[in-house]
């Protein structure tokens, strides 16, 4: 049986709302489970499925990546299967029981992911979700966030990065990044661009350090001068500390900030609250938002246009970013000035 979801959460409420599945996964671990079936929770944003379906009878597909399964047809559409518990690098049990195929849209792709079953869709707000990293540590690599239950915790999977791994056109830091991290210290970049008198200054949101590493360096190569934060509600800090200078030191916000980039799906304070706050604020309100995200796609565009976005960027899709930044910073400037002659 399918049954499909839907987007129920206002935008701009800083709440998402999670499926809730389970892999079950065979554990040979002395002392812990050995032998035996473990049962593992994982979410994902509700924003990023379409359907759940029984798992489908599937085509091989010669040559692929060895966590492809093969690929099915629904209404019409071609669509790869991935065994998500391979992926993820479990061992599925021989007498694997009630399998189901959760079908995603993200980065203007669609796929399925073969998991054990589906519990049940919880909303949450962005606070109730702890950062993975600092819990996990070195294991956190397919995992964003932590959710805790009175008996389980859930982990929320980095779909963006598993989709980089089967194919890595999807990837931030595929071969078009590479020179990001191999430029040796103090050696000019050949693509950088002279450093302007007045560069212009972003600040960039993202709760992963890695694309925070990644916009910083490719920004700051093409001459922007930029600050970063790890979560929305940091990010929220920062640009009131820019709005306290500027009304201290009686200059324009854009002074100190010209532009932000910011992911949707962060802890504290999600891009959705983030972009509503700015631009509800009298000060902050004519600094360009750039939203830059998986979750962007021709379903949920509405969302990001409802909290006043100024632009919408699929991830991995850094090549117009540059390019969209400076022309939403130019027309800011000119309407600034416009209001000054007026």
Known sequence: MAYQTGILLKTGTNEMEI??????????????????V????????????????????????????????????????????????????????DDQECALAIITEFNRTTMAFEVSGVNRIHRLAWSEIEPAEPVLGQFSSSVTGIVKFEDR????????????????????????????????????????????????????ADDSSSIRTILKRKLEEDGFRITTASDGESALSILMGF?????????????????????????????????????????????????????INDRLLHKGKSVGADEQITKPETANLTESARRLIAES???AASKRVS
């Open 153 to 204: 915790n859930v982990l929320i999977l980095d779909m963006e990065k598993i989709l980089a791994e089967l194919n890595a056109q999807y990837s931030l830091t595929g071969p078009e990044a590479a020179h990001l991290y191999t430029l040796p210290q103090g050696e000019r970049n050949p693509r950088e661009k002279p450093e302007a008198a007045t560069p212009p200054k972003a600040l960039i």
């Open 333 to 335: 400037k000119s309407k």
């Open 243 to 295: 709005k306290e200078r500027s009304q201290k030191e009686n200059r324009p916000i854009n002074d100190y900030i010209e532009v932000l980039i910011s992911d949707i799906e962060m802890p504290k304070i999600d891009g959705y609250s983030l972009c509503q706050a700015v631009k509800k604020d009298p000060v902050l309100s004519a600094l360009p938002v750039i939203l830059f995200s998986s979750l």
């Open 38 to 93: 473990c049962r593992v929770s994982y979410g994902i944003n509700v924003a990023k499925v379409l359907e759940i379906i029984q798992l489908p009878v599937v085509n091989k597909v010669p040559m692929a990546h060895p966590s492809v399964l093969g690929t099915f047809i629904l209404r019409k559409k071609v669509i790869p299967l991935i065994d998500l518990a391979l992926q993820l690098g479990k061992v599925k049990p």
């Open 19 to 36: 499926v809730e599945f389970y892999l079950d996964e065979s554990v040979a671990v002395p002392g812990h489970c050995e032998g035996k």
